[in-house]
C-alpha cells in the first residue's frame, strides 16, 4: 500500500505519508461501507466535530466533510454507539444533557428527558441517517433539533496530508424546501455534487445548516431523516455518470414510495425501504459461504466479525467481487492486498478469488508506462479515482509499482483451480496467465540472474515495492538502506510458487513443454534462492539481495512465506521457525515484521517491528506446511489473544511490536485501517494452517493432514464446506494433542480424509 516511497534520507517526511496529529484509536472512530462509498464517523454519527479524517466519501473523495447533530444548539450526550454485528449501520443512543432555555428553570430541559436513537448506514451512494426521538417526561416538550454540515470535496490524498496549489470550484445552494445541494467542478473536468434531502421540511434551511421544531407529547416520538447523495458527472460528457471500476447503480428514490404519516416527502418510507434492501443484500452475499462454529464464544465473535468485515469490505466490479483492501485510507482495488484476502479465504469462499483473478486479469498492463510503473503483462498494484490520481498528481490512477502482484496471480490462479476445478475461468485467464509468466521473465528479471528485483521508474513511485513498502523497510544489518535493484526474499518464493501452479495450469492447457519448462525454471530458482539468500550465521533467510547481490542479513517475517511457498528446503525450515518463534521475533501477540536487535527495529515503526495478522498468518500456514503445527497454533493463540482487547474482536491492519505484557492487550498503531481486507481474512487462515486442511477437485478429496487445535478451542464445528457438488458439514474435537473429525452432513459423493 502507498503508505510511504522513498526518501533522500531519514530527516525528510516520506512521500504519502499519512499525517496524524491524533491517533485514530484514541477517537473511537466508526466506519460504514457499501460499494465505492465508505463513511468514517465519530462515535455521536456526526462528522467533523474536530479535525480528523472523519467524512463521507465516494471514489476517493470526501463528499461531507461536515454533519454535526445539536439540540437546543448543544450536542447531546452519548450513551452507546455500536456498528452493528454483520456492519450494515451504525446505531446510537443519545440523550439530551440539561438545557436552559433561559433564565426561568421552567423552561429548562431536565438530562435523560429526551432519548435520541440515531441508525446511519450506505446503500448505492447514499448515506442514510434516522434521528429518533422520544419523550420520557410527563408533560410535553418542544424543542429546536440542529444539523450543520458541509462539503470540502478533499481529494483522499489532500485529507491524508498532501498539498495542492490549485483546486477546482465549489458552491452551495439551497435547492428545495427540503434539499441543500454542493457542488464541486474539479480541475479534471468532472462534477462532484452531494444532496443532502430531509424529512420533514426543516422549520428553517439554510447552506450550511438545518433546523427542525420537534413537538413531543408526553411519551410521544417523532424522526427526522437526511439522505447524503453521492453523484460524480463527466462534465465533458454531459449526464454521464462516472462508475469507476463499480457497477452501474441509481441514486433515484425507490419507485412508489408509500407517504408515511408526518413525513409528506416519503423520506421515512424511503429509508425503510432503503434498509431493507441493504440487509438483503448483505445476507445474499453470505448466503452459501462456510461457516464456523467452535466451543470458544469469543472466537466465534471473533469468526463473525472478520466474516462481517469481509463482506462489508467486498464491492462488485464487471468481473466479479473484489474485496477493497481497508478503510479509511485504502478503500479500492490493491492487487497484492485482493489476492492474498482471497487466498486465506479460498475454502471459504472460491468466489472471492475468482472475482479477483478475472478484475486484475481485465487491469493486467499492456504497454510500457514509466509514470504508471507499467510493462505488459504486469498486474495492478492500486487504483484509484480521485481527483488528484486522474490529474496524475498522485500517479495512482492505475498504478502498476509492485514486484509481487504479478507472480501472486499466477500463483493464486493455481490454487483457485486445484480446488475448484473450474476449467472455464482459467481457459478465460490463460492469456493473462502467459503474460504475467512472461513478465516475469522478460522485466521482473532484470539482470538475468534467475531472481525478480524491482526498481521504480519514476520519482512519484514507491521506492520499496513489495508488502513492506515503508521507504526505510529494507535494509542492511548496519542499518544501511539497500540500493536496488533489490530481490526480495518473498518475493522469489512466490515465483517458485507461481512456476509450479502454472505448470499444472499449462498440462491442463494441453501444453505439456511449457509445462515441463516451468518445472525446471522452480527447480532452479529453488536452488539459487537457498545458495544466495539462505545465512547460516543468522539462521535464516536473508530479507532481501542488494543491486550488487550482497544479502541484507537482517532477520524478518519474510523468511515466513519462503515456508508458505514452499521454496525453503525441508532442512532449513527448524531453523527459520527458531528465529521466528525467539523471543526476538515472537512478542505473544504476533511474529515481529522485523526482529529485536535489528538495527532499524522499531516496535512503533509501520514495517520494521510491527506486527500484521495477514503476515502472521502466512508464517503459519508456512510453519503447517512443514509439519510445525505446534508453533502455528502457538502464533495461532497469540493472534486470537490480540484479538480479545479489541473492540468487536477485529484484528485491525497492524499494531505495535512491544512485548506481551500481563494483564495488558497489544498496543495499537496510532492510524492503522480498521477494518482491514487481509486481516480479516486471517483468522481463516489460522485455523486453516492448524487443521492441515487440503480440498483437491482432482482427487475428489477433503483432507486433514496432521491436524491440530489451539488450546482455547476444544470443538470446531465446518458448516456447507464445499467440494464440486459436495457440502459437507464437519465436527472437529481435540482430545489432548489428537484432533478427530466426524462428518455431521454430506451431500455429494467427496472423501474425507484424515490423515497422520
Known amino acids: 500500500m502507498p503508505m510511504v516511497a522513498t526518501a533522500p534520507d531519514d530527516e525528510t517526511l516520506p512521500q504519502y505519508h499519512i499525517e496524524a496529529q491524533t491517533s485514530l484509536v484514541e477517537r473511537q472512530l466508526r466506519s460504514l461501507k457499501h460499494g465505492d462509498a465508505f463513511a468514517v464517523l465519530d462515535s455521536y454519527g456526526d462528522i467533523g466535530v474536530f479535525p480528523g479524517p472523519e467524512g463521507l466519501y465516494f471514489q476517493d473523495t470526501r463528499f461531507l466533510s461536515r454533519l454535526e447533530l445539536t439540540v437546543e444548539g448543544q450536542r447531546p450526550m452519548l450513551l452507546g454507539s455500536v456498528v452493528q454485528d454483520d456492519n450494515g449501520a451504525l446505531s446510537v443512543d443519545l440523550t439530551t444533557p440539561d438545557i436552559r432555555l433561559d433564565a426561568n428553570d421552567e423552561t429548562s430541559i431536565p438530562r435523560e428527558i429526551i432519548a435520541l436513537e440515531r441508525t446511519k448506514f450506505l446503500f448505492r451512494g447514499t448515506c442514510y441517517d434516522r434521528i429518533g426521538l422520544r419523550n420520557y417526561d410527563t408533560k410535553p416538550r418542544h424543542l429546536r433539533v440542529s444539523l450543520s454540515f458541509d462539503a470540502d470535496f478533499r481529494d483522499l490524498f489532500e485529507v491524508r496530508g498532501s498539498d495542492r496549489a490549485h483546486r477546482g470550484k465549489r458552491s452551495v445552494e439551497v435547492t428545495a424546501a427540503d434539499e441543500v445541494t454542493f457542488t464541486y467542478d474539479g480541475l479534471d473536468a468532472r462534477r462532484r455534487t452531494t444532496r443532502l434531502r430531509f424529512g420533514p421540511k426543516p422549520a428553517r434551511l439554510e447552506a450550511n445548516k438545518a433546523e427542525f421544531e420537534v413537538k413531543l407529547a408526553p411519551g410521544g416520538r417523532a424522526s427526522i431523516f437526511v439522505r447524503a447523495i453521492c453523484d460524480t458527472v463527466d462534465l465533458g460528457r454531459e449526464g454521464e455518470a462516472v462508475i469507476g471500476s463499480a457497477l452501474p447503480f441509481t441514486h433515484a428514490a425507490y419507485p412508489n414510495p408509500r407517504r408515511e404519516e408526518g413525513h409528506p416527502k416519503g423520506e421515512g418510507m424511503t429509508f425503510a425501504l432503503a434498509y431493507r434492501d441493504a440487509r438483503r443484500d448483505l445476507r445474499k452475499a453470505t448466503a452459501n459461504i462456510t461457516t464456523i462454529e467452535s466451543s470458544n464464544d469469543q472466537f466465534n465473535e471473533a469468526a463473525c466479525r472478520a466474516t462481517a468485515d469481509l463482506y462489508m469490505l467486498l464491492s ?280 529485536v536487535g535489528e538495527a532499524r527495529y522499531n516496535p512503533m515503526s509501520y514495517h520494521n517491528g510491527s506486527i500484521w495478522p495477514h503476515d502472521n498468518a502466512l508464517v503459519a500456514l508456512g510453519l503447517a506446511r512443514y509439519g510445525l503445527k505446534a508453533e502455528a497454533a502457538r502464533v495461532f493463540e497469540g493472534q486470537h489473544g490480540a484479538s480479545l482487547y479489541q473492540e468487536g474482536r477485529r484484528l485491525p491492519e497492524l499494531f505495535c511490536g512491544f512485548i506481551q505484557r500481563k494483564q495488558r492487550g497489544p498496543t495499537n498503531y496510532p492510524v492503522a485501517c480498521s477494518p482491514q481486507a487481509w486481516a480479516a481474512a486471517a483468522p481463516f487462515a489460522f485455523l486453516a494452517a492448524c487443521l492441515g486442511l487440503e480440498l483437491r477437485h482432482d482427487r475428489n478429496r477433503i483432507r486433514f493432514r496432521d491436524p491440530i487445535l489451539p488450546s482455547f478451542l476444544d470443538d470446531v464445528l465446518i458448516r456447507n464446506l464445499k467440494l464440486g457438488d459436495s457440502h459437507v458439514d464437519l465436527l472437529l474435537h481435540r482430545h489432548g494433542q489428537d484432533v478427530t473429525v466426524n462428518v455431521v452432513r454430506r451431500t455429494g459423493d467427496a472423501q474425507v480424509v484424515l490423515l497422520k
Open 316 to 595: 462488485r466490479t464487471p468481473n466479479g467481487i473484489y474485496p477493497y483492501a481497508g478503510i479509511p485510507w485504502y478503500s479500492t482495488v490493491f492487487g497484492r492486498d485482493g489476492i492474498i484476502t482471497a487466498m486465506m479465504t479460498l475454502w471459504i469462499d472460491p468466489e472471492i478469488a475468482k472475482g479477483v483473478l478475472r478484475h486484475l486479469a481485465a487491469t493486467q498492463a499492456t504497454t510500457v508506462d514509466p509514470a504508471a510503473d507499467a510493462q505488459p503483462g504486469k498486474v495492478l498494484h492500486e487504483t484509484r479515482n480521485g481527483e488528484m490520481a486522474i490529474l496524475g498528481e498522485v500517479p495512482f490512477k492505475l498504478y502498476y509499482g509492485t514486484i509481487d502482484a504479478t507472480p501472486l496471480f499466477v500463483m493464486l490462479a493455481g490454487q483457485y483451480y486445484e480446488q475448484t476445478g473450474d476449467q472455464a475461468t482459467v481457459e478465460k485467464i490463460w492469456p493473462n496467465i502467459l503474460a504475467a509468466l512472461n513478465w516475469i521473465d522478460e522485466y521482473g528479471d532484470r539482470d538475468k540472474d534467475g531472481f525478480v528485483e524491482y526498481a521504480r521508474e519514476t520519482e512519484k513511485g514507491l521506492a520499496n515495492q513489495g508488502w513492506k513498502d515503508s521507504h526505510d523497510s529494507i535494509f542492511h544489518a548496519d542499518g544501511r538502506m539497500a540500493q536496488g535493484p533489490i530481490a526480495l526474499c518473498e518475493v522469489q518464493g512466490y515465483v517458485y510458487a507461481a512456476k509450479k501452479g502454472a505448470a499444472k495450469l499449462a498440462a491442463l492447457m494441453g501444453d505439456q513443454a511449457l509445462s515441463e519448462r516451468l518445472k525446471g525454471e522452480a527447480e532452479r530458482l529453488r536452488k539459487a534462492f537457498d545458495e544466495k539468500f539462505w545465512l547460516p550465521e543468522i539462521g535464516t533467510y536473508a530479507i532481501a539481495l542488494d543491486g550488487e547481490k550482497r544479502p541484507c542479513a537482517v532477520r524478518s517475517s519474510n523468511a515466513g512465506h519462503a515456508l508458505f511457498t514452499g521454496i525453503a528446503y525441508p532442512e532449513r525450515a527448524e531453523s527459520v521457525a527458531a528465529v521466528l518463534m525467539s523471543k526476538d521475533g515472537f512478542n505473544g501477540w504476533g511474529v515481529r515484521t522485523i526482529a
